[in-house]
């Protein structure tokens, strides 16, 4: 195991200078090996020459690999203290190829994700879901699309990454996985230990690469209807899906007939979590051509 005496001394002399204590509430874990910083910098798509995203840049390691690489960069920072810091450090490229914003990502994202958009972070553990789920809501995940261009490259949980692309069958598969990969291309980058942050968290990273699939995507009721199935399906997890349907109705179609299309699939007897996305999507398709809908 590789040890980052070195790094997390000059970590700690430079968070005295700023009398800043890292808060665990916003997640401020910082990243120690810039080998790291400097993989996920070359995996940004080589098409794309617009702003990158960063999203809590903390001291500026990795914003410090997007510049030298050519990148020009939009920084948000909620700590005050480490924003008035990278102002200073950034000052001559402000306005420039560095635009540094002091405020809560998740009230400016729905924005930013509406046009051409490339994220790249160590984004704090505590925003991991809402993020996420944010993104898979945006109209640029469906359909509707006007075709902007997305791209993501993030460095999350270790467990909260098994369960966006855990396959059907296995205990972490569930509500999050099927919707993620109906909706996104990936690719697992990397695995990060605990031990190449400071202050070291709890649990190891893994970091992933992901855009929005072009084919196969949801319109907004198909999804509308999905998410509903979903819902119900995985509160009861352990039940037959034909049980978990029975006679409810999911945006007017019957149970009876709903069970029908099921049995048709042969799935009739799975539980929600041996079903496959491409099954799930199938399952939808079938039921947008129920003449009742």
């Not at 005050?80 to 809560?104: E, F, I, P």
């Not at 509707?144 to 098994?162: A, C, N, T, V």
Request: proline share 3%; with cysteine; net charge positive.
């Amino acid at each position: 195991m590789r040890s980052y005496e070195k790094e997390i001394d000059t970590i700690k002399k430079k968070l005295d200078e700023l009398d800043l204590r890292p808060s665990k509430r916003w997640g401020q874990n910082f990243l120690l090996d810039s080998d790291i910083s400097l993989r996920i910098v070359k995996e940004i798509d080589k098409g794309y020459d617009g702003p990158v995203l960063e999203i809590g840049p903390g001291l500026g390691k990795l914003t410090d690999e997007l510049i030298e690489s050519g990148h020009s960069v939009i920084c948000y920072e909620l700590d005050s203290r480490l924003y008035s810091y990278l102002k200073k450090r950034y000052a001559q490229l402000l306005g420039k190829s560095v635009h540094l914003y002091n405020k809560d990502i998740m009230k400016d994202i729905k924005g930013l994700m509406g046009r051409d958009c490339y994220i790249v972070s160590n984004l704090p553990y505590s925003i991991t879901s809402r993020f996420i789920g944010t993104v898979l809501d945006s109209k640029n995940c469906g359909r509707e699309s006007d075709d902007r261009y997305f791209g993501s490259i993030l460095m999350l949980q270790k467990d909260y990454i098994d369960r966006l692309i855990s396959k059907s069958g296995c205990r972490t598969y569930g509500r999050i996985s099927v919707l993620f990969q109906l909706k996104m291309d990936h690719e697992l980058l990397m695995e990060v230990p605990s031990s190449s942050f400071f202050p070291r968290p709890a649990v190891d990273s893994s970091v992933i690469k992901f855009g929005i699939k072009k084919d196969n995507r949801l319109d907004k009721e198909e999804d509308a209807i999905l998410r509903e199935l979903l819902r119900v399906l995985f509160s009861q997890r352990r039940k037959k899906i034909s049980n978990s349907i029975g006679d409810r109705k999911f945006h007017g179609i019957d149970g009876v007939i709903l069970r029908k299309k099921i049995d048709e699939m042969g799935i009739s007897e799975y539980r929600p979590e041996k079903i496959s996305p491409e099954d799930y999507l199938e399952l939808i398709d079938r039921m947008m051509k129920i003449e009742n809908i």
